[in-house]
């Protein structure tokens, strides 16, 4: 390009108008044209003062730009002959590969990318693990969050290694004991950004790739990939009506990590017997593994107290175990905890400080007030009896739609009912079906990771507004209607 | 223990001034008692009548810890005849194996907690990689964050899988074509909590276990703890004047992943050339490979505008690029993003939502906000402007006190200097040495992972109050000189 069309390309083109500053431009019409050579190796550019003036522009616009381009490479400068472009271009040009048809994820990449994805928008009839975000004490909440995001010290903006807020720990800590008859000092409690997290954690520190991970089966896909995503094979162990049952485990299976959801397994709602919680803890120690608990949604109890953790039984520290604030809070909170064994409590600490970071100090000191002054345990209460009532609404709807064609999971407790449908049905299509009449129907089969399956549907009930309970089932009822072959 | 002594056993130890309910007191002395043995298996517990007049307790209060202990397994209730302690703990003890020594970490999990510690209170002189908060404009931001959560919808509280909030995908993907000249649209932006989570999810998206990873040598350990977790194999390529340098690596070693961070090299400093960008996507697609290209703190040029992205070069789709709201805001935000290929958006969405699930929406439209009302880039420009006189303030005065006996490294950007030491000088022990007389020497040799290292200081003065520098350079003058053989 001759440097009088150079001129002419760049006046053309300048918006003085634009948002974008006039040197910025000059910067970016000039690379542009670098790299689609039109500018080619060794064109001499026009003198700063000569450009500025050509195009109406101060000498420092040209100078701005002229530098930054030879900051990154695009220009060369000779001392005393002026300003060219470089070669570095035309160069590489001449060398080039044609990219190839499409760079690709990694096996494993495609394993993750693969596993059952979330629908979006999951909230409404009858999405299951959804509380009742309505009637969250909003105000309040963002009272104390803004209360402690004005008196943040220094500390809580810069990195830390302390597992959590030291308030916080200790408000789960007593939470903890109190309701679950954990046995733990606030030391042993690591706050995390959610469960998904802790589980991945836990996988990597007590676990190599290709051990084995024991798993409910049904049980939680959200479990699956993250013991899959840190490298562990999944061995799927039948529930039976005491809980994951290690004697249908295969012969010779030997765990390294046993995956468990007793007081309120997932999705079949069984609670693990007090025998099965013995054998299980005693199979820990014969098979040198660890177990995690996995105590969910268990403040929502409608019979008795929460039950104990299986942790609290342990003479052993074998068991980890893991608590949520998405169900008694909101999802979006991302806030979860661990609480691990003191042997264990300096690694699982710099482990966590090293692959994730700890942070959110302000948000976590807001928590822990909300525990200190009570509404966490009132919010629970509140919550504990209007699930109590949606569970009832919505099996006695459904039985006067249906009758006995639907059985119903039993237990007072939880989030979520299991309706078994018969054989014939493919729960996929109909829930498929149902997500087009905008009701949300989680398939029971896809929470089976053996060869057996039986579909039905998982019906979360909690975060379903009570007047829609009897529309949705009646909705439900006319889709399974349609639904028989 | 006869039925008489059970009464007694309880009486002198319910508590009737405690917080603990009474019927949680009572559930939890019988619990412990049967779990010691003290209340053996098969003894007939008193009626709950009797036993509430013997106690003077409410009838209730004693049917509530029966039930519960019922729900729980450790009694058993026989029609007609009375409640019994069952016989599981007996039955379990006769069988109990011992526990052995302790439980332990796994190799990977040995390997992640022995990863360099990172020191706590890492703030003052002359830790690296921490801003300026003081003159953070904490009122405003905390202003826009009390907003923002005031007029969340109640999407916000729910599980999503939008990459992030839309608004804040837009005004990334803004700044960064505009300050990176990134090539991308608000589409290829995934937010994530911190730029450790992003290393570690493009590592198992796109490569396999025991794949390998090129690391710059000297580089950022944070990477090599993320790539390690993901369990891929590091191989170091040495950093010449020009960047990472591809020659010097093993012959035939075979990358699936290159991490570098051409805009100011972690820790040296260097500006990755031109070349050597366009030699390294060359390569890439030679050798069907990704790169990783982490902008940690590009925004902190002193001399030109922030240097084009390593991304926007790429005609091929092979570079992942990675930003973090760390340095420019404060570390414990915990918000990153990643700018991905059009053909990686869907993957890297479902896994994220799958693997560490989306949150802190109110957070997200808060910054979104901060970056639309132009906050975002004045915030930058203070403190470039700070920067670039502490880098000057540290410079003039460590040069006043060592003179040329301790060579820093060149560049006007960043938030660090790297000063060389003699070889004879131990930086690690150094480095302890100094943090007892409260000053933070990061070691230069901790960043090398090949064979070859070199000792020296990495030493950030961004967040280090400028009346501090000079006070803080004698006394590392002083160190030094004591260190000296």
């Known amino acids: 390009m001759h440097p009088d069309w150079i001129v002419e390309h760049l006046r053309v083109r300048i918006d003085r108008k634009s948002a974008e500053t006039l040197s910025r431009q000059l910067y970016r019409l000039l690379r542009e044209a670098i790299r689609s050579a039109q500018l080619r190796s060794g064109t001499a550019l026009p003198a700063t003062r000569q450009l500025a003036s050509a195009l109406a522009l101060g000498r420092n616009t040209v100078l701005a730009a002229y530098d930054q381009l030879l900051a990154e490479g695009y220009l060369d400068s000779k ?44 909230h409404g009839a009858f999405a299951p693990g959804m509380p009742e975000i309505r009637q969250f004490p909003h105000e309040l909440w963002q009272r104390l969050q803004q209360q402690h995001a004005r008196s943040s010290p220094p500390d809580w903006w810069h990195y830390q290694q302390e597992g959590g807020l030291r308030q916080l720990r200790e408000a789960i800590a007593d939470y903890a004991q109190l309701s679950r008859s954990v046995r733990c000092g606030a030391d042993q409690v690591l706050v995390l950004q959610g469960a998904q997290q802790a589980m991945e954690l836990t996988a990597r520190l007590l676990a190599d790739q290709g051990d084995t991970a024991w798993m409910e089966d049904p049980g939680y896909s959200g479990a699956q990939a993250a013991f899959m995503a840190a490298g562990m094979d999944i061995t799927p162990v039948s529930v039976d009506e005491q809980g994951l049952n290690p004697q249908t485990a295969p012969a010779g299976s030997q765990p390294r990590l046993i995956y468990i959801t007793p007081s309120h397994q997932y999705p079949s ?15 820990a120690e014969e098979k040198d593994c660890w177990i ?53 409590v300096d690694s699982f600490r710099s482990a966590y400080a090293r692959l994730y970071r700890e942070g959110g100090y302000a948000l976590q000191s807001a928590l822990a007030a909300f525990m200190e002054q009570g509404h966490f345990a009132r919010h629970i ?32 407790a939880g989030m979520h009912l299991v309706a078994k449908l018969p054989a014939h049905i493919d729960d996929d299509s109909l829930s498929r079906h149902a997500a087009e009449h905008g009701l949300w129907l989680r398939p029971l089969s896809r929470h089976y990771l053996g060869d057996h399956s039986q579909p039905g549907l998982v019906l979360g009930y909690a975060g379903v507004d009570d007047a829609d309970i009897p529309e949705s089932s009646r909705k439900l009822a006319r889709l399974l209607e349609r639904h028989q072959p």
Do not use: C, N, W
């Open 292 to 344: 995690m608990e996995d105590d969910y949604d268990s403040e929502f109890r409608y019979d008795t107290q929460p039950l104990a953790s299986l942790q609290g039984l342990a003479s052993s520290e074998r068991v980890i175990y893991l608590g949520t604030f998405s169900k008694v809070m909101y999802p979006a909170l991302r806030l979860a905890y661990l609480i691990v064994p003191e042997a264990l």
């Open 381 to 412: 209460r509140r919550m504990r009896e209007l699930y109590r009532i949606r569970q009832q609404l919505l099996r006695h709807t459904l039985r006067q739609q249906l009758g006995d064609s639907l059985p119903l999971s039993s237990g007072e």
């Open 79 to 122: 001392q005393g002959s002026g300003t060219f472009v470089s070669s570095i271009f035309e160069h590489h040009r001449a060398q080039q590969t044609p990219p190839r048809a499409h760079a690709s994820l990694s096996r494993r990449g495609e394993a993750l990318a693969a596993v059952s994805k979330l629908p979006v928008g999951l």
């Open 269 to 283: 709602g069984v609670v693990m017997t007090l025998e099965r919680r013995l054998q299980l803890l005693q199979l």
